[in-house]
Nanobody
Framework: VQLQAFGGGLVQAGGSLRLSCVAS????????MGWFRQASGKEREFVAAISRSGGRTVVANSVKVRFTISRDNAKNTVYLQMNSLKPEDTAVYYCAADPTRLVPAPDEDEYDYWGQGTHVTVSS
């Protein structure tokens, strides 16, 4: 499966962005989907994940109140709605596909396919 993420950009602190990730090449419902991010000089970290049907989600504690993951299987797209953004949310955001697990996983090793990343910059 090929993944393409977009929707990043520059936003002021307190603002919102919605990231999208479009999948192609294989049936989208074969995959649990996740979002990860990597800030400059730091390791990549888990942000959120969603099951194949969209019925179950897992969100990192650091963003739980502010970020929401969802998917539209008819559009082969997974979303990350980010509200109340903070400068520490600045990172490259990656979407990823997990073809194995039924339950969304926070471990990046579970994901076999990755998008190219989209940059999010939050100014103070």
């Amino acid at each position: 499966v090929q993944l393409q993420a977009f929707g990043g950009g520059l936003v002021q602190a307190g603002g919102s962005l919605r990231l999208s990730c479009v999948a192609s090449g294989r049936p989208f419902t074969n995959y649990a989907m996740g979002w990860f991010r990597q800030a400059s000089g730091k390791e990549r970290e888990f942000v959120a994940a969603i099951s194949r049907s969209g019925g179950r989600t897992v969100v990192a504690n650091s963003v739980k109140v502010r970020f929401t993951i969802s998917r539209d299987n008819a559009k082969n797209t997974v979303y990350l709605q980010m509200n109340s953004l903070k400068p520490e949310d600045t990172a490259v955001y990656y979407c990823a596909a997990d073809p194995t697990r039924l339950v969304p996983a926070p471990d990046e090793d579970e994901y076999d396919y990755w998008g190219q990343g989209t940059h999010v910059t939050v100014s103070s």
